[in-house]
Structures are given as structure tokens and as C-alpha cells.
């Protein structure tokens, strides 16, 4: 299927207004789209360059614009690139002259990357009828970088438009910020998620209910989890976590019955983990969260798969308990994003995760 506003999932705003500017022939100079890693901000950037130079049957008389007809989607089918024609193909396939794409290289965009870019702008587009420029992950530019493009957006270049894309608008300049027209996207929902993950990605429903409750509202990250052993890392951390029916010492405890050193171990492995830490502690919330909600509302539980291993669970630890040890995982995700020592965040978590269980008791609804 080829790229068009339509297979955007759940950005009917930032469509909207994208699809408003086309079909009122007044494109602003710059474009910030704001939102988290994932949700079509790259794509929705693609699809209005096409849009904006689309030879289609449609696009080519001017005067049909504005189509009255009814779209599936209520887009005029003019506003939509046909994705079929010379320029849809190219720009969808990051072969246009026309269409610059500018991403980090290494941590941060750099002034280089900007000023090749102005000297681009400063000559006549080779073939578009409206050159854009896209700068993804604009808060990775440099001060100097910055600068640049402020002087770029202070002097706009004729029939050029300049779309940046950022997580939020504080990770930018304000003076960058007020000079484009901001559009906001928000995280995808869970439902529609869950549908592309066993549509495209042909996931087992089962999984693609886990993983789409786990991704944060991200298509790519859900995508990643997909592709990645995600599912077998959840297992045997939950596991680990426990309390497991089969453990042979008689003990149903495995995390809160360990002591201080195999704690400090598995702080340890986290630690070394650290490409899947994140994860590792969103999955281990997932899960006591899951053993809270399951005498609550147990539809609403994330590990759908474990049910069975939730029931058992949730009988054996006190839910003031499973808050404390929630608690501490929060606090240990606000201590890393600050940047502190990692081995000692970690160790500090462990020591309260493993802090007494309280004493299993039967719940009341
Ligand atoms: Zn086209």
C-alpha cells in the first residue's frame, strides 16, 4: 500500500489541518510537528510533500482542487498524493532532488547539515512544484545548528517549506518554534495498535493485545517489540518477579523472597541490560499493576496471556504492598530520566522491591 494521508493511523487533526492548508493553496514557510517517537510524524511530513507536488489526474486541474465528492475517509481525493505518479513514487522512496531530509548523524544535527541545506535553498528546485525540506528530530540540533536555521526560517525561501519534527516544542528554540506553525500529534490507541500489529505484522491476537498495551501509544516501538524477543524477556522477567506456583522450595515468593545479594545481582543485570532497562522496568510495573487490577477489573489486565499465573499471583500479596513496590519502580524511572547513578537507582528499587510483601490476605471487591 503506498503512502497517503489516509493510511496515517489516528491523526485525524493533524490530517485535517494539513489537508486544509492544500486545499486553500496556502502552505505556510515552516511546519513543527510535535508527538512521541512513532506515532506518523515522518510519514504525515512524506505524504504532504507528496501531496504538494503530486502529478495525478486529480492534482493536475487546479480547478478540481476542492473535490466535493465523498472520500472514504472525508478527504477530498485531491487533497490525497495518488502515490502512483512520478514525483508520489520518488518522494516516497527518498529519491526526489527536491525533497530534503535532514536526521541526526551521531547525537546531534549539525551546522554542516544546516548550511548544506541553505546553500540548497538558495538555487531553484531542479523539478518540484514546492520544495520541502524535513528535518526529523529537530531537538538533536546543536546551538550553532540552531542558529542557522533560524536564520533560515527569519528568511524564508521562495516555494520552499520546511517541516521540523520534535517530541515536544521545549526541546526547541522558542524563537525556532514561534516561526512555525505547530501541529500536535498525539500516541496512537492501544486498539488501533493492536490492529496494525496483527493486520501487518501478523501477530498472534493474543500478543498483539500485550505488546500494543505496552508501547506507549508508539507504532514503531510496538513494532519493534514485535520483531525483537520482547515476549520471551517479558516471560522470564515476570518470572523472576514472581510469586510462581512451581517454585520448589515451597517459597511462592521468587523476587521478594531473594536476598540482599541476589537483589543486588539482579539490580546488577538491569544494569547491564541497559538497552532493554526501560522495558525491563515497564514490564515489571506492568505485571504488579496487573496482580492489583485483576480483583478489580479483570478485563483490564496487560498480560491477558498469564491469566492464570495473575489469579495465583494476585491471592498472595497484599495490594498496599504491590503499590510500595510500584512506587519504588516510579521512582527509580524519575531518577534515571535525571540522569542519576544508575548502579545506585537500581540497587535502591531492588532493596524496597524486595522489602516485605505483606502478608497474603484475601481481598474484599
Ligand atoms: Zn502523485
Same mark, same amino acid.
Given at each position: ?46 505524504? =504532504? ?8 489526474? $486529480? ?17 477530498? #481525493? ?37 548550511? *548544506? ?6 538555487? $531553484? ?20 545548528? *540552531? ?94 518477579? *514472581? ?10 515468593? #521468587?523476587? =521478594? ?18 538497552? =532493554? ?18 480483583? =478489580?477489573?479483570?478485563? $483490564? ?54 522489602? *516485605?510483601?505483606? $502478608? ?6
Amino acid at each position: 500500500m503506498c503512502l497517503t494521508f489516509d493510511s496515517i493511523t489516528d491523526q485525524k487533526r493533524p490530517v485535517r489541518i494539513l489537508a486544509a492548508f492544500l486545499q486553500k493553496r496556502h502552505l505556510p514557510h515552516a511546519l513543527l510537528f510535535t508527538g512521541i517517537e512513532g506515532v506518523g510524524k515522518n510519514d504525515a511530513a512524506l505524504a =504532504f510533500a507528496m501531496a504538494c507536488n503530486c502529478m495525478g489526474e $486529480k492534482h493536475r486541474r487546479s480547478d478540481q482542487l476542492i473535490d466535493n465528492s465523498s472520500s472514504k475517509k472525508d478527504l477530498p #481525493a485531491a487533497v490525497n498524493p495518488c502515490g502512483y505518479c512520478r514525483s508520489c513514487r520518488k518522494i516516497e522512496s527518498d529519491n526526489h532532488p527536491d525533497i530534503i531530509r535532514i536526521k541526526p548523524s551521531g547525537a546531534f544535527i549539525k551546522i554542516d547539515q544546516i548550511r *548544506g541545506c541553505c546553500d540548497t535553498l538558495a538555487m $531553484k528546485p531542479y523539478e518540484a512544484r514546492v520544495r520541502v525540506v524535513i528535518i526529523s528530530d529537530a531537538h538533536a540540533m546543536n546551538p550553532s545548528a *540552531g542558529n542557522a536555521l533560524l536564520k533560515m526560517l527569519e528568511e524564508p525561501p521562495d516555494s520552499s517549506i520546511l517541516i521540523l519534527t520534535a517530541c515536544q516544542t521545549s526541546d526547541l528554540l522558542p524563537t525556532i518554534v514561534s516561526r512555525c506553525q505547530h501541529i500536535r500529534f498525539n500516541p496512537v490507541s492501544v486498539k488501533s495498535i493492536e490492529t496494525l500489529l496483527i493486520e501487518n505484522q501478523g501477530l498472534a491476537p493474543d500478543k498483539a493485545s500485550i505488546i500494543a498495551a505496552m508501547a506507549n501509544g508508539s507504532i514503531s516501538r510496538a513494532f519493534a517489540m514485535s520483531s525483537s524477543n520482547w515476549i520471551n524477556r517479558r516471560n522470564w522477567l515476570i518470572n523472576a518477579v *514472581g510469586p510462581n506456583q512451581s517454585d520448589q522450595s515451597g517459597q511462592p515468593w #521468587a523476587l =521478594f523472597s531473594m536476598s540482599s545479594g541476589m537483589l543486588m545481582a539482579f539490580a546488577e543485570m538491569l544494569k547491564k541490560n541497559k538497552d =532493554f532497562l526501560f522495558d525491563s522496568l515497564e514490564i515489571m510495573k506492568s505485571w504488579l499493576r496487573d496482580l492489583i487490577i485483576y480483583n =478489580f477489573h479483570t478485563e $483490564k489486565i496487560i498480560n491477558k496471556d498469564l491469566i492464570e499465573k495473575i489469579q495465583y499471583a494476585s491471592q498472595k500479596i497484599n495490594i498496599k504492598a504491590l503499590l510500595l513496590k510500584i512506587d519504588a519502580i516510579q521512582a527509580a524511572q524519575k531518577d534515571i530520566q535525571s540522569n542519576a547513578n544508575l548502579r545506585l537507582t537500581l540497587e535502591t528499587m531492588m532493596m524496597r522491591i524486595g522489602k *516485605g510483601s505483606g $502478608k497474603p490476605k484475601p481481598l474484599t471487591k
